[in-house]
């Protein structure tokens, strides 16, 4: 990359509970005290940031488009550069920030106006869930519940407590709540029951829900979805094997299946709330798949991430 390409940003300033506003101020300062140009705009509802991006790229010819924000402005601001030469950058401020985690995109101020001028790019893949694109990772079933619950709660609203907290207590609040389904995944034309399935994941990139290495192996450049199904669990079952998932090591449990696939479906006995990078919706069998290499993201240089 050049620090002569025009940049754009998208800016969240109430992600994570305000720090969005305040992640942008240092930015912005950092951008001043270096000269460089840009322009940037706010997003103030849902879906708004991939429009916003497209007007960035397409109209203003910037050649980086950086998102200050969480992870689900990210994915909306991402989804915005599909199809164009834009370069995504993201300078995390919200509450689980898992794709910043991933790719160790530091949050400093200087390091993050440092990899906008001056890093590298690395093309990696983009999730979908129908139309909905995701960087991190779709998840159905108990983890969809537990983000509706998360994104609801004051506290995550506030920024009174970190993204791994509120996803924590929302988990413990929906264990007793939620009842495991039957489902059949249909991936690559193989189909694969489940019963007694608390979540089946698809992840992009090995993070989610602030933290949770639900997905260890899996790489934003393979081409795959690699997919995690949680099954034959009590709650109990399920809060006493909690921990493994933050370390990755729930993998070798008999009840966690881990495959991968380019696109799948899931069929249920009941409805379903999804999430896409900690965004909740209804899902009704949408296919998940992927766009191999379709996002260019800039990355520090000296490392892959």
């Not at 940049?7 to 000269?35: D, F, P, Q, T, Y």
Request: aromatic share 8%; with cysteine; hydrophobic share 40%.
């Amino acid at each position: 990359m050049t620090a002569a390409m025009k940049i754009g940003v998208v800016v969240n300033a109430s992600a994570g509970g305000g720090k969005g506003a305040r992640v942008w101020n240092r930015v912005e300062g950092e951008l001043k005290r270096r000269g460089v140009e840009y322009r940037a705009v706010r997003t103030s509802a849902p879906k708004e940031a991939a429009e916003l991006a497209r007007r960035l790229a397409h109209d203003d010819g910037c050649g980086i488009v950086a998102c200050v924000g969480g992870d689900g402005t990210a994915g909306e601001t991402a989804h915005g550069l599909i199809g164009t030469d834009a370069v995504f950058a993201y300078v995390p401020a919200g509450s689980g920030n898992d794709f910043a985690r991933s790719l160790r995109l530091g949050a400093d101020p200087a390091r993050a106006v440092e990899t906008l001028l001056h890093g590298k790019v690395r093309r990696i893949d983009a999730g979908f869930a129908g139309e909905r694109l995701f960087l991190n990772s779709f998840g159905a079933g108990f983890d969809g519940e537990v983000v509706r619950r998360a994104n609801g709660s004051l506290l995550k609203r506030s920024g009174a407590i970190g993204g791994s907290l509120s996803y924590l207590f929302a988990t413990v609040a929906a264990v007793s709540r939620f009842r495991p389904l039957r489902i059949v995944v249909e991936a690559d034309g193989e189909r694969r029951a489940f019963d007694a399935a608390w979540l089946v994941v698809a992840g992009n990139l090995p993070y989610f829900g602030g933290g949770m290495k639900i997905c260890p192996a899996a790489s934003p450049e393979d081409g795959l979805l690699d997919v995690c199904v949680v099954h034959g669990l009590s709650g109990w079952g399920l809060l006493r094997n909690f921990p493994h998932i933050y370390r990755g090591t729930h993998i070798g449990l008999p009840q966690v299946a881990v495959f991968r696939a380019r696109r799948l479906r899931i069929r249920a006995d009941r409805g379903l709330t999804a999430q896409t990078d900690g965004e909740p919706f209804p899902y009704r069998g949408e296919e998940i798949s992927l766009a191999p290499l379709a996002l260019r993201v800039a990355v520090p240089d000296g490392g892959e991430g």
